[in-house]
T-cell receptor, first 110, second 113 residues
């Protein structure tokens, strides 16, 4: 199963864009990249997912490199409520199970 | 439908006791997953169901663990003869098998004393 690598922590100023990187160099052709976040003591919250094209929704944008070995989650205007652990995840094709890494703790500062 | 529900939210049990957790998924979701999360770590996959069929179990799921999903609706996860190492957050998630997002519940936090 493909693994992901993320920096353990990042800071971002409130109102600025937060760019969270992820490496998934062993990803297979049919494996999707998902991003979730988790605020302390809550279940993970879905943010966005993609296969090879860039994706955007009301929460964030996902940029996937052409070789699919890495991706970046962009929160365009970070707020204090975006402080959380962000997980970059590979979804295994047939089963749909999600393989979580250690995640990045994003601290948004005023 | 208010999402994925898990019950109880917290459970404290003595070592050696049996515990059972329940998960009610989003009604139209045919896939249901169980994960375990220990402090400071990402969730780890335990098992999943497609409708009522349990299709995969992780090596993390020892013989003391059993999961069911009768009639393809709610699911239960039972741990027999609990050990202190079982202390963790147990998360349930559901999805459609056609892809898209997975919805997680708030989890059941188990403490074995």
């Amino acid at each position: 199963d493909a693994k992901t690598t993320q920096p353990p922590s990042m800071d971002c100023a409130e109102g600025r864009a937060a760019n969270l990187p992820c490496n998934h160099s062993t990803i297979s052709g049919n494996e999707y990249v998902y991003w979730y976040r988790q605020i302390h003591s809550q279940g993970p919250q879905y943010i966005i997912h993609g296969l090879k094209n860039n994706e955007t929704n009301e929460m964030a944008s996902l940029i996937i490199t052409e070789d699919r070995k890495s991706s970046t989650l962009i929160l365009p205007h970070a707020t204090l409520r975006d402080t959380a652990v962000y997980y970059c995840i590979v979804r295994v094709g047939n089963t749909g199970k999600l393989i979580f890494g250690q995640g990045t703790t994003l601290q948004v500062k005023p | 439908d208010t999402g994925v529900s898990q019950d109880p939210r917290h459970k404290i049990t003595k070592r050696g006791q049996n515990v059972t957790f329940r998960c009610d998924p989003i009604s139209e979701h045919n896939r249901l997953y169980w994960y375990r999360q220990t402090l400071g770590q990402g969730p780890e996959f335990l098992t999943y169901f497609q409708n009522e069929a349990q299709l995969e179990k992780s090596r993390l799921l020892s013989d003391r663990f059993s999961a069911e999903r009768p009639k393809g609706s709610f699911s239960t996860l039972e741990i027999q003869r609990t050990e202190q190492g079982d202390s963790a957050m147990y998360l349930c998630a559901s999805s459609l098998d056609t892809g898209g997002g997975y919805t997680f519940g708030s989890g059941t936090r188990l403490t074995v004393v």
